[in-house]
């Protein structure tokens, strides 16, 4: 994955699948991790190390993160963590150890240290692809663990696991209680040691029956963009995460929309992800023009749409607590320029961005070197975005009534 922003802090009860979750949670280093390493939008600077330039700077950056980690980083954190890195590995300590605590020091709320096999990892994730056993969890109201989507295709789908199944272990150790990120964690097992083929073992439960299965981890690929349609014709289209390929399978979701049909575009629960991969997204709608501004290191930037995008469809975005990062900046560039109704609750505002550097030992340190703003100037960071119209579990239904009252030319 191309680093941090893959995850954001979710509720108890959010649904989190395998394939994003990637989180150990074996120690206080890790948990601190945890709230930086969920697609958080970390973004511009870590699309451009995936896709090999930094959005309007001219600036090529090569294709992975040896070549993020070549920059310049002006920001004394960043030097502060090199040099007790390289403080500790000429003493015979571990640089990673160093970077964290320093890290730590800095209070950066989204600074975090991965070791190479987890950046690795976060990188292969935001290119589709992940290691895993296909299983969708959330925790109940009663803190037990229920299966809530299952891969087709998936290791656990090939041993009959199903959605509604209640997940009661993982290699011996219960889960009902835990956060469920922990849960998704011990699925996915450590970054270092959780290739394909490795084996996990499951206590289920369905109805009376409860038995036990061993799984073997495959590499699998995300499905971050699924599509379904309304019995009054308006297209539903659920984001997952800002995953390589997300854009154009929405644009392709909207080409295939009947006709004048409005459009929903599900954000809820989405962390983040890509923002080349965002702002694509943006240009399905827009005909050009501002996405988003930033700032990296004090240095202003902007973000811009493509030409030729769908302006005329009823559009309605649905948001939630879990909307962060990247589909923020997705959700702000719709709100402000007319575009979309947003409907829902308080999005998570998460609007700071990330800079990887390597350290002596392949281990990749992450601080915040910037922040990025709507295109109204509306800063995201702290505060998130306040949606059109407030609604809870009826957001659905509230969105059907306004794409129908959009579609009314009366």
């Known amino acids: 994955m191309s ?11 959010a649904a989190l699948s395998d394939a994003l979750r990637a989180t150990p949670f074996n120690s206080t280093r890790r948990i601190r991790r945890g709230a930086a390493l969920t697609l958080v939008f970390a973004g511009v600077l870590v699309a451009g190390a995936v896709t090999g330039s930094l959005p309007d700077t001219g600036q090529a950056v090569g294709a992975g993160r040896k070549a993020a980690a070549g920059a310049a980083h002006p ?53 589709g692809q992940y290691t895993g056993v296909g299983l969708w969890a959330r925790r109940e109201r009663d803190g037990r663990i229920a299966v809530t989507r299952v891969q087709p295709g998936s290791p656990a789908a090939d041993a009959g696991v199903r959605r509604g199944d209640r997940l009661r272990s993982v290699d011996g150790d219960t889960v009902d209680g835990r956060p469920v990120t922990e849960v998704v964690s011990l699925l996915r097992g450590d970054a270092e040691d959780a290739a394909a083929g490795t084996t996990v073992t499951l206590g289920l439960q369905r109805g009376t029956r409860a038995w036990s299965e061993t799984l073997h981890r495959a590499r699998l690929s995300t499905d971050s963009v699924t599509v379904r349609r309304l019995p009054d014709e308006v297209t539903v289209i659920q984001i997952a995460a800002f995953t390589k390929g997300s854009a154009a399978a929405v644009r392709a979701a909207v080409r295939q929309a009947p006709a004048d ?57 649905l948001v939630d607590g879990g909307t962060m990062s990247a589909a923020e900046m997705l959700t702000g560039a719709l709100q402000d320029r007319g575009r979309a109704v947003v409907i829902g609750s308080r999005t998570f505002g998460k609007g700071s961005i990330q800079m990887p550097t390597e350290l002596p030992d392949g281990s990749v340190a992450e601080l915040t070197v910037g922040h990025y703003r709507t295109p109204s100037g509306h800063k995201v960071d702290g505060r998130g975005i306040t949606p059109d119209l407030e609604a809870g579990p009826e957001a659905l239904q509230r969105a059907e009534t306004v794409l129908t009252g959009l579609g009314d030319p009366s």
């Open 3 to 13: 680093g941090r922003d893959l995850f954001s802090r979710p509720s108890p009860t």
């Open 261 to 317: 049909a409005g459009i929903m575009l599900d954000l809820r629960g989405n962390s983040g992800g890509l923002v080349t991969e965002a702002v694509d997204t943006a240009s399905a709608f827009l005909d050009g023009g501002l996405v988003a501004t930033y700032d990296v290191d004090g240095a202003q930037r902007a973000l811009h749409a493509d030409t030729g995008g769908d302006t005329a469809r009823p559009l309605v975005a």
């Open 75 to 127: 920001d004394p954190g960043h030097e502060d963590v090199q040099q007790a890195a390289a403080e500790a590995m000429a003493d015979g300590k571990s640089p990673m150890e160093a970077a964290e605590r320093a890290v730590s020091r800095s209070g950066d709320r989204w600074g975090a240290v991965y070791s190479e096999g987890e950046y690795q990892e976060f990188q292969e994730a935001l290119d």
